[in-house]
């Protein structure tokens, strides 16, 4: 069973800094495009960045240059590294798989992760 | 990327069919066939129901189906059901293999 499960989340600062990880079991993780999505609560869906098989990563226009994504292939894990953190950053962050590497069909997601960016 | 720009609401009662839109540019919708649909139930993550504009993953009920004309995607649900009750995005690709995402529309089944 493919699970993916994201922890880091808290309140942080504005300015400050937090990394986002996501546990991935089930499925060969290195073979498969990763995703961040984001949710302010209560609103819509967002795509934050992703990370192609062959290591090649792409950001939002929004997050670009202040975060990174990045996969440890020997631990299964996804991460988001997030600095000058804003308070529009504040939202729930799911971590997601790419189907098969269209950049557009997220079949597994996982539960979750709140960041909130708040003095 | 501009979100695509879906309907806020749709309602139906248990037996009938409804249909949501979601219409994006040449440059998303209508240049690509990467069209996603996923069901958000309160405070749970997305689940897909669609991919690739009318492509169903496994577990996923026949009474969802999507189509495409053009730079309009919809999705419909046939024998709507209470549990169908949640709300519902369209994601669509787009040159840069990245998604973009619709605004989102709350099904309320009456």
């Known amino acids: 069973e493919v699970q993916l499960v994201e922890s880091g989340g808290g309140l942080v600062q504005p300015g400050g800094s937090l990394r986002l990880s996501c546990a991935a079991s089930?499925?060969?993780?290195?073979?498969?495009?990763m995703h961040w999505v984001r949710q302010v609560p209560g609103k819509g869906l967002a795509w934050v960045s992703h990370?192609?098989?062959?290591?090649?990563?792409t950001y939002a226009d929004s997050v670009k240059g202040r975060f990174t994504i990045s996969r440890d292939k020997a631990k299964s894990t996804l991460y988001l590294q997030m600095s000058s953190l804003r308070a529009e950053d504040t939202a729930v962050y799911y971590c997601?798989?790419?189907?098969?590497?269209?950049?557009?069909?997220?079949?597994?997601w996982g539960q979750g992760t709140l960041v909130t960016v708040s003095s | 990327q501009s979100a695509l720009t879906q309907p806020a609401s749709v309602s139906g009662s248990p037996g009938q069919s409804i249909t949501i839109s979601c219409t994006g540019t040449?440059?998303?919708?209508?240049?690509?066939?990467?069209v996603s649909w996923y069901q958000q139930r309160p405070g749970k993550a997305p689940k897909l129901m669609i991919y690739?504009?009318?492509h169903r993953p496994s577990g996923v009920s026949n009474r969802f189906s999507g189509f495409k004309s053009g730079n309009t995607a919809a999705l419909t649900i046939s024998g709507l059901q209470a549990e169908d009750e949640a709300d519902y995005y369209c994601?669509?690709?787009?040159?840069?293999?990245?998604?973009?995402f619709g605004g989102g529309t709350k099904l309320t089944v009456l």
């Open positions: 990370i192609k098989s062959d290591e090649t990563t």
């Open positions: 690739d504009v009318s």
């Open positions: 040449s440059s998303d919708v209508g240049g690509y066939n990467y």
């Open positions: 997601a798989r790419d189907l098969y590497g269209s950049g557009s069909s997220l079949d597994s």
């Open positions: 089930g499925f060969s993780f290195s073979s498969y495009w």
């Open positions: 994601s669509s690709g787009t040159g840069k293999n990245t998604p973009v």
